[in-house]
């Protein structure tokens, strides 16, 4: 967000900003992926306050103040709004529960489905969502951004095909073989849900969306182009030309050799990438492209201690000078302590 300040008349632009508009900042904004969840007392506490986990996610005052707990809590310089990849299926009219302790659960679509699936629901079943991304926006300082979020098609339609998260997503990697055009049917349809759905929150007010590619490494390499790549292009194309200047973080998790190209293909404005990369080397081969979010692993913050600060000083090191947002390389796991995720910020702000 940018906003006036009236006694002094200067701009407050939050710093994560800064770096996806194109400076690099000597000490990187951080935030965490999953940064609001099961690690925290106060998101245990309030999740027995609403019922299911969608109903979490679609009552506006929870899901608004979940998403503030680890602004409160830990500072970040990003919130992301509260709400799941999955909320999309759902706006799609497809059956999505969250069992306690399994995950999610989802009446697997066949392809005689995919030809039913509408997206003219899609902004009235999410209203709710968009109302948190406006009420998280009123509360937040000028100083903190709200980043909006949605699934990338890919990782999406392997929930939707599978019913379920499953290891290695063969189901869809079945039909991606067995039935490509249907697939890139599959596809289109999120695409549009998804371009609706992120204008929506940015014109409600987010400041930036991230796009999770999760299971974007299942794929062969013409099929992350044709699946992955191609429809974030898309998405990313199809907000732009509502909003021009809209802020967008790719995370194409696995990607590997495929990053600089993703990158180039979808025109992001940073990408995220998890600890198997070496960061010197994709920021290399990245250049001034975009900016780099990660990418510590989330097991070295569950083991803490000195191993955590060397890693930390490890990516600061191999991205200084360079557009750093610090994070994890994906999710915070439950088990995460607390006083390691104040030890990382410490480190991180040193
Ligand atoms: O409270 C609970 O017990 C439910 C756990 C939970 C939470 C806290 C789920 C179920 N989703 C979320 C929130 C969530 N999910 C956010 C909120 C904002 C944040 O703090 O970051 C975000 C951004 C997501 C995104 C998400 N959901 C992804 C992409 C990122 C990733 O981790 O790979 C995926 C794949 C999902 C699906 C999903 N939702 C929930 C679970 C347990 C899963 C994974 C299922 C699986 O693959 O087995």
């Known amino acids: 967000m940018v906003v006036q300040n009236s006694s002094t008349g200067l701009m407050t632009k939050a710093r994560l900003l800064h770096v996806l508009d194109g400076e690099a900042m000597a000490q990187p904004p951080m935030w965490l992926m999953r940064q609001a969840g099961r690690y925290l007392p106060e998101y245990r506490a309030l999740r027995t306050k609403a019922g299911s986990f969608l109903d979490l996610c679609y009552t506006p005052e929870l899901a608004t103040e979940v998403t503030l707990q680890p602004i409160r809590r830990f500072g970040f310089d990003a919130a992301i709004l509260f709400s799941d990849i999955l909320v999309i299926p759902h706006a799609l009219g497809r059956d999505v529960r969250f069992v306690e302790g399994e995950g999610p659960r989802l009446d697997p679509i066949d392809v005689a489905d995919i030809e039913q699936l509408t997206t003219n629901a899609v902004l009235e079943r999410l209203a709710p969502v968009l109302e948190t991304v406006s009420a998280v926006r009123r509360e937040l300082a000028p100083d903190k951004a709200l980043i909006g979020f949605c699934g990338a098609p890919w990782t999406v339609a392997t929930y939707m095909i599978a019913g379920k998260g499953t290891p290695d997503q063969a189901p869809s990697r079945l039909l991606a073989a067995r039935d490509p055009q249907a697939l890139d049917r599959l596809i289109d349809k999120l695409v549009q849900a998804s371009i609706v759905y992120l204008v929506a929150q940015l014109r409600a007010g987010a400041d930036a969306v991230q796009i999770f590619d999760s299971w974007s490494r299942v794929l062969s390499p013409a099929g992350f182009e044709r ?124």
């Open 227 to 350: 699946w992955s790549a191609g429809p974030i292009a898309r998405i990313v194309a199809g907000v732009r030309a509502e909003i021009p200047d809209a802020r967008f973080i790719g995370f194409p998790k696995g990607a590997d050799r495929g990053l600089v190209s993703f990158v180039e293909t979808t025109g992001v404005n940073a990408v995220g990438v998890d600890w198997t990369v070496p960061l010197a080397t994709v920021r290399q081969e990245i250049a001034d492209r975009a900016a780099i979010q990660g990418n510590l692993d989330p097991m070295v913050l569950v083991a803490g201690g000195t191993q955590l600060d060397d890693a930390v000083d490890e990516i600061l090191e191999a991205m200084r000078g360079g557009r750093l947002i610090f994070n994890l390389g994906h999710g915070i796991v439950p088990q995460t302590p607390i006083e390691h995720v104040e030890r990382l910020v410490e480190r991180v702000r040193r």
